[in-house]
């Protein structure tokens, strides 16, 4: 072993492994590993194991140890080398048509099309189609995943002829369930294996994913988060993740859950707590005694929520909770190996080491109420018994005129604070057993005790994995489910993400004609605005128990204390506390009816797919056959005219602004996945192409088509441009000043060469990981963004599309510039931009100037590099052509 190696040897059983111990750092007298963070840990032995003396050499190894152990140097850029890549498909598609595109380029520049293919493993899994069209029908899933077809057989194709034309490229078919829970309960090693020239060698399982939730992996020890598609792909070909080194902040958990508490709760309260600290950019770990009162799901709806308080990971360290898990989800093989290289390597938690964080955070877990979030924030925690008064004074529940919509003369009418959507859905919460059982036994004291569902109430259930359904109706709690109306809608996202389906049209022309504020709750962890349905203004998050209890209720203001939430078979009144389950009931139902079984015999066949899987038909070609009359696979321009040589990065001069946004705008705002409206760009441009409106289909599955995104792009029917009045997708094409569609203007900016910038205000970009909102950005012709502050994964995609991502001075904002939104800008010296400098803008009017600094958000000097390839897809083409 020379001095500049941490690999050594290590044996389990007749099997010896290769491994890089980290530990050997500290018998060398570079760092006390024992109190570095564990995330740390992960960094530090991925260096050690990629150092090539090129890429990462072993000073970025002393570096990054001394970094944490220190906390006061500045941060170093590193290169970060994920063992896997985890995809879903209204992220995964577009991420695979630009490699097809990207196989044409090479073809085209006269090297092997196969060379593009992923040079690490990756799992797409099909879970963003499937949509709540039939509910309260016994056959709803059937239904449901016929029509799912019916509408996405050309992108089911397209997936099957990628599983057939790439090496390392899986495809988990629809139908199996979430791709996150998919990752928790059988994919996810925790430690992997690798066959190299030296031999077997062992490290710890890290991970990206296309999708913000991938985060939900590091309840099990699993380090991994969410990137943009066009990160994605780069790592997939070969590249590393380039990234400074996060500061690691400790989250210790104090006290125990109180009864009647859920992994929701706590998750709600610790994104409102996180939310408040910013710990964007940051990697947040869990610590604590507090620890040992939360099982390993858990955990995981806790890391799940990690973009929504605004990090970059949420995660918990291997122990015990973690073998335990392995254990019953049917992987003790696994376990063993997991225990015996964490505890040799650095890696297990004892809960008795003093770690030092950059900051450490207590959060006293006996404080948490059972609340509720919303009604367009997940940060915005309600407690329970503050519901009532607080939806009362958002929405004015109180003082409006009271409207009752009531056609068969009901028990309930419709009206405003009615709940229209309640949905059991989102691996955020299906794959905690608890929560589930707990949901299921509510349902059940319901149905006994006489109570229904009102008449207007949407109601689904929508497992993360065919585990769950096993579990419940094992436990017969499936059959009260269905008697109160939560049938199995699909094994998929679901209404989470926004694919809750149509309303009954008559509730739909209800709500728009008295101009009624209907609400959702779900168990998802995201309720922007218009995210869950277009027609519905309030959405709430909650646990899968309070889910049930909304629905009966049918409305978001009721008073639980003091309300009943409907009378029994002889009259009584029926409250909350009377059908909320025990703790130890539950706990007793998770322990008998949750087992292992079900998780060996779902996952032994989870990549065959059922009958209308195996029906798709698809060649293996090199080369995808793209076709012009497609409206959902089209080849991207992205790669049009691609040259070797390197484009000049050229100045923006007199630009014009598309929009002015406030704050917390999000990639949902940017980039719309639901529903297409008719009288919108896209819409148009569908019936000009001869799709009929019904089978529109939603945008999220249409992104594999760039003329749709395009138009897309700033069309969700809930933005506010301040630039105009009228909510939606509108501005001011100037100096005309004409109002039009944001896809119409920019397209006459286009035709002028008018270069375009658009102002936003805080948290911009929000959300969703979807590399849409940033590649609509660059295809409508915008050239920066300039913000208060930027989300990381929306920063990364604009930075991975060549638009420059700006930020304002501290202090300064579009408003406190006094700028109106009708000058002409202009930014120069473009060429000379170095990491986070700062650039002049000029705003030009009437022949007068304002001039202010911005600054530019690029954290490395690879980052300039993508940006004046003009992206990273060309860069890293340029690469691999020139090789």
Known sequence: MTDHSLKQDFILGSQKYIVHNIKLLEKKGIAKIDNLPFSARVLIENLARNMDSKTI????????????????????LIAFYPARVLMQDFTGVPAVVDLAAMRDAANEAGIDPKRINPLVPVDLVIDHSIQVDHFKEKNAFFLNAR??????????????????????????????????????????TVVATKQTRDGLMAFPDTLVGTDSHTTMINALGVLGWGVGGIEAEAVMLGQPYYMNLP???????????????TSTDIALYVTQILRQENVVEKIVEYTGPGLKYLTLTDRATIANMSPEYGATAGFFPVDNHTLDYLIQTNRSETAGRVEAYCKTCGFFNTHDNEIKFSKKINIDLSLIEISVAGPSRPQDRISLLSVKEKTSKIFDLGNRKK???????KS??????????????SCTNTSNPYTMIGAGLAAKKAVEK???????????????????????????????????GFNNTGFGCMTCIGNSGPLDPFIEESIKTHDLDVMSVLSGNRNFEARIHQDVTGNFLMSPILVVIYAIAGKID????????????????????????????????VETYVQKKFFKDQYATIFKGDKLWQEVKADGSTTFKFSEDSTYIRKPPFFKDFSLDLPNLEDIKNARALLVLGDSVTTDHISPAGAIPVEYPAGRYLIENGVKPWEFNSYGSRRGNDEVMMRGTFANIRIKNKLVSDTGGLTFKFPEKNQEFIFDASQKYLNENTDLVVFGGKEYGTGSSRDWAAKGTRLLGIKAVIAVSFERIHRSNLVGMGVLPLVFKAGESFETLDLKGDENFEIQCLNQIKPNGLLKVNAVKNGKEKRFHVIVRLNTDIEIDYIKNGGILHYVLRQMIKA
């Not at 509408?151 to 629809?174: C, G």
């Not at 500061?247 to 508490?261: D, E, L």
């Not at 409207?403 to 003369?409: A, D, G, H, R, V």
């Not at 309930?412 to 604070?417: M, Q």
């Open 57 to 76: 050499q072993w000073s970025d190894i002393i570096t990054a140890a001394n970094f944490y152990e220190s906390d006061t140097q500045e941060s170093e």
């Open 403 to 409: 409207i009752q919509i009531n056609p068969e003369n």
């Open 450 to 484: 006489g109570l229904s569902i009102p008449w207007y109430v949407k109601t689904s259930l929508s497992p993360g994995s065919r585990v769950v359904l096993d579990y419940l109706t094992g436990s017969g709690l499936m059959d009260y489910f269905q008697k109160l």
């Open 412 to 425: 309930r009418a419709l009206t405003n604070g009615s709940v229209v959507i309640a949905a059991i859905t």
């Open 147 to 188: 029509k799912e077809y019916e509408r996405n057989k050309e992108r089911y194709q397209f997936l099957k002829w990628a599983q057939k034309s790439f090496d390392n490229f899986r495809v988990i078919p629809p139908e199996s369930g979430i791709c996150h829970q998919i990752n928790l309960e059988y994919l996810a």
């Open 247 to 261: 500061r690691i902040i400790g989250v210790n958990f104090i006290g125990k859950p109180q009864k009647q508490i």
């Open 558 to 589: 009721i008073d639980f204390k003091s309300e009943p939430l409907g009378f029994s078979k002889d009259k009584t009144p029926v409250f909350m506390d009377d059908i909320w389950p025990a703790t130890d009931e539950i706990n007793h139902f």
